[in-house]
């Protein structure tokens, strides 16, 4: 295998190449860095001899390393005060949908619903909870990935918020968020 970066297609090889979508989970994400542009001899061939690429590959997520990332600490911050507003049925989920997964979204809508049915049954209104904002503790277990758990300081208790945040396309998601 050769390390030559590859040749421009010529006019004929390009009439000739049909890219045809390959099955999801095939291939890998694309590293941060990375040119756009797909090597042709590194796709698979179907039975009629097309090259298959995977087209999450180039326009799926693709992981930041730490060096392209924002610091973490506001988003932090912020999205353990938006989280705990949610739930207390005083902020709407939909404003934090661009900061969390698919899965997180998920998890936080089941909360929300559950405890809107506690709110009704014990005839509470919803309303904005007074906090304070504590101690963040944060860790980097791997490049373009922060654990952190945000303390939070109401008036009765304190609560922990424990969130994994990942760096996708430049900026950071929360792929994790446990509020205890």
């Given at each position: 295998?050769?390390?030559?970066?590859?040749?421009?297609?010529?006019?004929?090889?390009?009439?000739?190449?049909?890219?045809?979508?390959?099955?999801?989970?095939?291939?890998?994400?694309?590293?941060?860095?990375?040119?756009?542009?797909?090597?042709?001899?590194?796709?698979?061939?179907?039975?009629a001899?097309?090259?298959?690429?995977?087209?999450?590959?180039?326009?799926?997520?693709?992981?930041?390393?730490?060096?392209?990332?924002?610091?973490?600490?506001?988003?932090?911050?912020?999205?353990?005060?938006?989280?705990?507003?949610i739930?207390?049925?005083?902020?709407?989920?939909?404003?934090?949908?661009?900061?969390?997964?698919?899965?997180?979204?998920?998890?936080?809508?089941?909360?929300?619903?559950?405890?809107?049915?506690?709110?009704?049954?014990?005839?509470?209104?919803?309303?904005?909870?007074a906090?304070?904002?504590?101690?963040?503790?944060?860790?980097?277990?791997?490049?373009?990935?922060?654990e952190?758990v945000?303390?939070?300081?109401?008036?009765?208790?304190s609560?922990?918020?424990?969130?994994?945040l990942?760096?996708?396309?430049?900026?950071?998601?929360?792929?994790?968020?446990?509020?205890?």
């Open positions: 295998m050769s390390t030559a970066s590859p040749q421009p297609l010529v006019a004929e090889e390009r009439a000739s190449l049909t890219v045809v979508q390959a099955p999801r989970g095939t291939g890998t994400p694309a590293r941060a860095g990375t040119p756009a542009r797909a090597d042709v001899t590194e796709g698979t061939a179907d039975d001899g097309r090259v298959r690429f995977d087209t999450d590959e180039f326009f799926g997520h693709q992981p930041a390393s730490r060096t392209e990332l924002p610091s973490p600490e506001p988003l932090l911050e912020n999205l353990t005060r938006c989280v705990i507003e739930l207390a049925g005083a902020r709407e989920l939909d404003q934090v949908a661009r900061w969390v997964s698919d899965e997180v979204y998920r998890n936080l809508l089941r909360r929300v619903v559950l405890s809107a049915r506690a709110r009704a049954v014990k005839g509470q209104v919803a309303a904005r909870p906090f304070t904002i504590g101690r963040i503790t944060m860790c980097e277990p791997r490049d373009g990935v922060v952190a945000v303390m939070v300081h109401g008036r009765a208790r609560r922990a918020v424990a969130l994994r990942e760096g996708l396309d430049r900026r950071w998601r929360a792929s994790a968020i446990h509020v205890l």
